[in-house]
């Protein structure tokens, strides 16, 4: 697994390009349709709120039926929110937004019109002279690559080709803003990486025909090869659930150090719906910086056991006495002296075991005192510990499935050893009333009495 260190970050509170230009900000955007016969409202946007920043990509990404089409209809002023405010260029968008040109998935193209007549539609709809229509629809077919193709007819191209066209329209326009609504979606697997790696070329080198791009996708592929800042939707209402900055360098190789992890990381967020898009990827950023020592499996009440043993030794003690005193092996007592270790309750010198003040604390506790240590040191010093506490904490019902978890620790370790990481941190986080475990819908949740002041 690369180690290179990758600029991964969420950003739901902070903007580091808040301080560039706004082009386009929606605000608490909702939008309703009514159901047929009288039946009531069907809700498919829910206070939606995004900033696009003049320079960049985005990429707005969410599974079918979430609500991408409508926002972006919304967003372009070709139908209007239930509620909520969007502002395009400082005015706020009452009907079709000058500032946005649109490549749909279905290419859109007039068939009785030639590529030539088809680029030129929007510039003849602004008025735009006769000889300067000409000059930037060739300019705009050329940069496409249609080059000799002017006078063809939309039924004598290919996807592909139609496609470009799609493109070349949009880009005539020079518009601040180009939205693409699943522009390669319609087209075979190489050509739609033809031309999106065109199209990130372009953007690449600068000179792209539009200030910024929103991009609607339900590829991540997509979103991580072209987009600076992904917003992932959430369904049933859609909502932006977090924001994931992508700062990979351009030219873009899914072989590139950072691009499988950014990558694993959005799909995580899309396969589990309640998940918490921040602590996710916060979560991730510490999974590739390899932030997730393996547990010794030992059980608490091993652990505590051997700490009070020691404890009555005067605070240390030989490791060899101990393993016969204990009637264990020693495999077994290493488990428990690097779990001590670990929770920062021992150190071991020389042979001898010795108990730091934490762990000294601890034996001498009463039970409600030692479990408060102990979960003190096991958020603090516990990184699996404190992800799942975290997860769970940010999650929306303050459950989630153990395959999450299982899913994000099958990165690092092998099958068998992330079960059994799992059950080891389960039984830490139970001891420590951090977390529970049922059993019975394999799903790992927020202790009740916890809920009301949970773990930061
Ligand atoms: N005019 C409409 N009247 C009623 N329901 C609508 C209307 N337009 C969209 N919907 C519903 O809103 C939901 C979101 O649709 P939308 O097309 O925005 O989703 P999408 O994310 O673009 O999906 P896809 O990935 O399939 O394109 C769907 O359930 C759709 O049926
Ligand atoms: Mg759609």
Redesign the pocket.
């Known amino acids: 697994m690369a180690t290179t260190p990758i600029n991964l970050t969420v950003m739901q509170k902070a903007a580091p390009t808040a301080t560039r230009p706004v082009l386009l900000q929606a605000t608490k955007v909702c939008k309703a ?1 009514d159901l047929p016969d009288g039946k009531g409202i ?1 809700t ?1 946007l829910q206070d939606i709120n995004l900033t696009i920043y003049e320079g960049e990509f985005v990429a707005l990404l ?10 972006l209809r919304i967003l372009a002023g070709l139908i209007p929110p239930s509620s909520g405010l969007v502002v395009s260029s400082g005015k706020p968008v009452e009907g079709p937004n000058p500032d946005v040109a649109m490549v749909f998935q279905s290419f859109a193209l007039l068939p009785w019109l030639t590529v030539q007549e088809n680029v030129e539609l929007g510039l003849k709809a602004q008025g735009v002279p006769r000889e300067e229509r000409r000059r930037r629809a060739l300019q705009a077919i050329d940069r496409v690559g249609l080059d000799g193709f002017e006078s063809a007819y939309p039924k004598e191209l290919s996807g592909g080709m139609k496609q470009r066209v799609g493109l070349a329209r949009a880009f005539v326009m020079q518009p601040s803003l180009l939205f693409m609504d ?1 522009p390669f979606s319609g087209l075979d697997v190489l050509t739609a990486e033809n031309l999106r790696s065109e199209v990130a070329d372009l953007w690449a080198a600068g000179n792209f025909p539009a200030r910024s791009v929103l991009l ?1 996708t ?1 590829n991540i592929d997509d979103a991580v090869l072209l987009a600076d800042r992904v917003l992932i939707l959430g369904a049933n209402p ?1 909502r932006v659930r977090g924001e994931v900055r992508i700062d990979l360098p351009r030219p873009r190789e899914r072989t590139m150090p950072g691009y499988e992890q950014i990558k694993d990381a959005i799909y995580l967020a899309m396969t589990n719906p309640e998940a918490d898009v921040q602590q996710l990827v916060a979560g991730i950023d510490r999974r590739m910086e390899k932030r997730f020592p393996p547990l010794p499996h030992a059980r608490i009440g091993g652990v505590s056991g051997l700490l009070e043993l020691v404890d009555e030794r005067g605070g240390a003690y030989e490791v060899a006495e101990l393993a016969g005193e204990l009637h264990i092996d020693a495999d077994d007592l290493w488990h428990f002296l690097d779990a001590a270790r670990l929770l920062g309750f021992a150190e071991v010198h020389n042979g001898r075991v010795s108990l730091t003040p934490a762990g000294h604390a601890f034996v001498e506790a009463d039970i409600l005192e030692s479990k408060e240590l102990f979960r003190r040191q096991a958020l603090e010093r516990v990184p699996l510990v404190r992800f799942i506490a975290n997860t769970l904490k940010g999650s929306k019902r303050a459950e989630m499935d153990a395959e999450f978890f299982l899913d994000v620790l099958d990165e690092h370790f092998p099958a068998d050893e992330a079960q059994r990481q799992l059950e080891t941190a389960v039984e830490w986080g139970r001891y420590a009333e951090l977390f529970e475990y049922d059993a019975d819908r394999n799903r790992l949740r927020l202790p009740e009495e916890s809920l009301a002041d949970a773990p930061a």
Do not use: A, D, R
């Open positions: 349709f069907f498919v969410g599974k079918s039926g979430s609500g991408k089409s409508t926002l699943e609607v339900h859609g």
